[in-house]
């Protein structure tokens, strides 16, 4: 069976973390806002609410991998908030790649984004080729 719906994308990082909804019809995402993180650690109660109020279909969280496909400190903490995320939130939670995610949203946006944007247009990104995949 296929996913449908709205899906929530996470960009995944210690001080911040990127939010981005998206829908599997039209394979597209926007930036939803930048949540306040403590040592990777968000407010669990705020990121309920959200996921209460769009009842996503999936969650994506992006992977930073290196660049030769190795894991590192940062991998390992995005899979344990993306475990976490599925413990709490009891919704499929699945990894995306996202290599080079944050310094495309970087470039793509240099002129137009400020503060915390950069990080929703990252789980935009993650999320939008998540969608790309689907079929």
């Given at each position: 069976?296929?996913?449908?719906?709205?899906?929530?994308?996470?960009?995944?990082?210690?001080?911040?973390?990127?939010?981005?909804?998206?829908?599997?019809?039209?394979?597209?995402?926007?930036?939803?806002?930048?949540?306040?993180?403590?040592?990777?650690?968000?407010?669990?109660?705020?990121?309920?609410?959200?996921?209460?109020?769009y009842?996503?279909?999936?969650?994506?969280?992006?992977?930073?991998?290196?660049?030769?496909?190795?894991?590192?400190?940062?991998?390992?903490?995005?899979?344990?908030?993306?475990?976490?995320?599925?413990?709490?939130?009891?919704?499929?939670?699945?990894?995306?790649?996202?290599?080079?995610?944050?310094?495309?949203?970087?470039?793509?946006?240099?002129?137009?984004v400020?503060?915390?944007?950069?990080?929703?247009?990252s789980?935009?990104?993650?999320?939008?080729?998540?969608?790309?995949?689907?079929?």
């Amino acid at each position: 069976m296929a996913i449908q719906g709205y899906i929530l994308g996470f960009d995944f990082g210690l001080k911040f973390i990127g939010l981005a909804v998206g829908q599997t019809i039209t394979k597209t995402a926007g930036g939803l806002k930048t949540l306040k993180a403590r040592g990777g650690k968000p407010n669990w109660a705020e990121i309920a609410s959200i996921i209460q109020e769009y009842k996503p279909a999936a969650i994506v969280v992006g992977l930073p991998l290196n660049m030769d496909d190795s894991e590192s400190d940062m991998s390992t903490k995005a899979r344990r908030f993306a475990q976490e995320l599925q413990r709490r939130s009891g919704i499929t939670v699945q990894l995306m790649d996202e290599r080079l995610s944050s310094w495309t949203a970087n470039e793509v946006t240099r002129d137009t984004v400020r503060g915390g944007e950069i990080h929703e247009k990252s789980a935009c990104l993650i999320l939008e080729s998540w969608l790309n995949e689907l079929d």
